[in-house]
């Protein structure tokens, strides 16, 4: 095999020349392609069973997470309308990655909560609707029943229950009266507090709209506010219209207020009883026509609750309200956050097997975003991707410093020891090896880890004193004469 090299060398020495120079360029860039990696798959067997079970368990509930902690002094100075909004800003940017499998914060919780009273106000609504219809159908038929017995002399019985009933029936108008008024003024809050966001969010396409690479990104913007902008103004709509209903129920309290007078005055004059009775039908009636337009428009309003969108409270009480409970504790799903109550977390869990490419833009996008929000002091960004960034770069570093002052050494060594022509020409051999070595892993696709970086101790050792071995062997033989052999 050598002896075949060897003539091929001495046959053809200038072509050998020019392809070890074509070969020598083509491994420099290879190094080009050359990745540190820290991942589990340089320091265990991909085809192991600890290996695949972990791969199996980090694609189910994600790998480890980075971790950004908010220093504060109590929770009072934690949990503040402040820290959810910068972090609820955090999290927005974060979700353009595909390879972040969750983000986990005491944002989500408020998120949650608000969700679920949405969700709750619409089921009353609903509720409401339906008992008054029921209620509605209840007058017509008592009205029904008594325009057909009009004419019996035996009423006062029937007179004292339903005089029962309309003081039962006026006591829950009251109580409906407030829960409207409530409702409408809830809507006419829901449309200015979208309206100030939609304000915010103008500002930001203000400022988005200056750079030209962001035009997709502020047309995307402008469209959803728009349709929050239509949402307020449906929801101010809506509000508008249910002005009258509170009215409504006034007017449907006095009417049954009007009943019941109406009823003692019968039990005290019998003479006017039929046609008295006939009035408190078409009353019963009238009062049931009302309740079902008021059922009606609860309904419309059920059916458009989906203008309303749970978002981050903007007071402080408000939000208090959500993290502490009814004795002043702070609720346990929240306190799982905090450390020490000096310290609140937010989880960036990412999927399993993210390259640290991803990983480094993932870090640089969060310390970026708090740099911007000006909490670089007050936060603190830790957990092992972060940590494997920086045995990364310390890697790196390492490397650097470790190859320069190897050259440096190498050097000051064959200048002083190997007193020959060309001295120097050992290290140019080992440091065109150590490149193509290198250029050999980049295409080969063989990552820079913590073992494969012993290697180049041992590669550089053994190949300078080969190189000094067979340079002072050509020496030897060129001072042999050209016909020396």
Known sequence: MFDKIIKLITKYPMKMVFFGIILFFVLVVGVTKVELKTGNDTLIQTDTTEYIDNFNYQSEFGSDPIIILYKG????NLFTVENMTYMSELADELSYYDEIFTINSPVSLVKEFSEKSAEQYEEALLQLSSGLE???????????????????????ATLAQLTTAIDTM??????????VTNLVSSYATFSTQILTVTDSITTVINDLSTDPLLNDEVTTLTTANNQLIAMANQMATISTDSQALPAVTANTIIGLQNIITGLNGMIDDQTLMTAQI???????????????????????????????????????????????????????????FTIDEEYMMLLVVLDGEVSDEVK???????????????LTDSTLVSGKPVLDMSIKTAMMDSMQIMMGLSALIMISVLLIVFRVKWSL??????????????????????GLTLVSMAVFPVLIGLGIDYAIQF????????AGGIDNE
Request: aromatic share 4%; proline share 1%.
């Open 134 to 156: 029921d209620v509605s159908v209840n007058l017509q038929t008592m009205s029904t029943l008594l325009a057909s017995n009009a004419n019996t002399e035996d009423i006062d």
């Open 73 to 76: 002094d109590g929770y009072e």
């Open 360 to 374: 480094g833009n993932i870090i640089d996008t969060i310390k970026t975003s708090l740099a911007d929000q000006g």
């Open 278 to 336: 006939l009035t408190l039908s078409n009353n019963l009636s009238t009062i049931a026509t009302n309740l079902h337009l008021m059922s009606v428009n609860l309904l419309m309003i059920h059916d458009n609750f989906n203008v309303l969108i749970a978002a981050m409270p903007q007071e402080q009480a408000t939000l208090e309200m959500m993290i502490y409970d009814e004795t002043g504790e702070i609720r346990r799903m929240f306190e799982t």
């Open 471 to 478: 340079q002072s062997r050509y020496t030897e033989e060129l």
């Open 425 to 446: 020409l050992p290290l140019g051999i080992i440091l065109v090896a150590v490149v193509m070595t290198i250029g050999i892993m980049g295409w080969l696709g063989i």
């Open 170 to 179: 006026i006591t829950g108008q009251q109580n409906l009266g407030i829960g």
